[in-house]
């Protein structure tokens, strides 16, 4: 596996695979690697000739500095998890002004709507930040698919919307949530969990599950008066439940027979803010 540090070197890397016609397959990330990370390269692997990673804790996509500060940053494990894996060619780790030449400001785009439900309203330009730094880096690596977890939903639709917008020829894949062994969704923000409260946590995917069950026996309004009533039992701090159309993301109120639906919620556990969601069939 190769280990590119700064532009330049990178995309003299990249193109000698087009230069050789060779299918690129990209997973990009933040770091902090886990297994559901993995997950990503092993979907990838499948599909293409070359697999491509990178480290990048995008400064412009946090609406908390603090959040920004506390983000973990382990970059020399990192790279030895991806080396293990035997998955990935090569893994790009740029410097801030790799992506950001003229200064770190977010560009603004029109995600139909989407950017502004759910995610987009709690964290204000939150999803200009994560198109600036996707869309800088899918010019960077020219990949032929990309890949990203449907922990973060909303963020595969927006990439989705990115793609269609600029009409750039990449395949987006959306990969499944990899859990750990009591459900909790894996995510780099679970290594500021203490283990008592990962254990407390795994209540938001049983939480999530239960609420499959209730699908279309009950109202939405009951169900999510049921859920408020689950965290405030336990005492945590639930900060939003609903469901959610999964082509608009709108929240709905009630069930209609031919949309598709997915389970939204978010938890603050300690100071660690925990998201993940479900598919309701």
Known sequence: MQVFYDKN????????????????????????????????????????????????????????????????????????????????????????????????????????????????????????????????????????????????????????KLVEGLDLKIKIHGVKIHREKNGLAMSSRNMR??????????LIFQTLKRVNEWFRVISVPEIKTRVEEIFDSENMDLEYFLIAEEGTLKEVDFFSADDDFRAFIVVNVGNVRLIDNLHLD
């Open 9 to 160: 070197s990178f995309s003299n890397y990249i193109q000698s695979q087009k230069d050789q016609q060779k299918t690129i397959g990209f997973a990009p990330t933040m770091g902090a690697l886990h297994a559901g990370h993995i997950s990503l390269y092993e979907e990838a692997r499948r599909d293409n000739d070359i697999v491509v990673s990178s480290i990048f804790v995008n400064p412009t996509q946090f609406n908390n500095p603090e959040d920004l500060e506390k983000y973990p940053r382990t970059v020399e494990d990192d790279i030895k998890k991806l080396e293990d894996s035997k998955l990935v060619d090569a893994v790009y780790i740029p410097r801030v002004e790799d992506i950001y030449p003229n200064g770190m400001d977010r560009k603004h785009y029109d995600f139909g709507g989407i950017e502004n439900e759910m995610e987009g309203s709690a964290r204000p330009g939150h999803f200009d930040g994560v198109g600036t730094v996707v869309e800088e880096l899918f010019v960077q690596v020219n990949p032929d698919n990309a890949y990203f977890g449907e922990k973060d939903f909303q963020q595969l639709k927006i990439i989705e």
């Open 193 to 202: 969990l203490s283990e008592i409260e990962k254990e407390t946590s795994a």
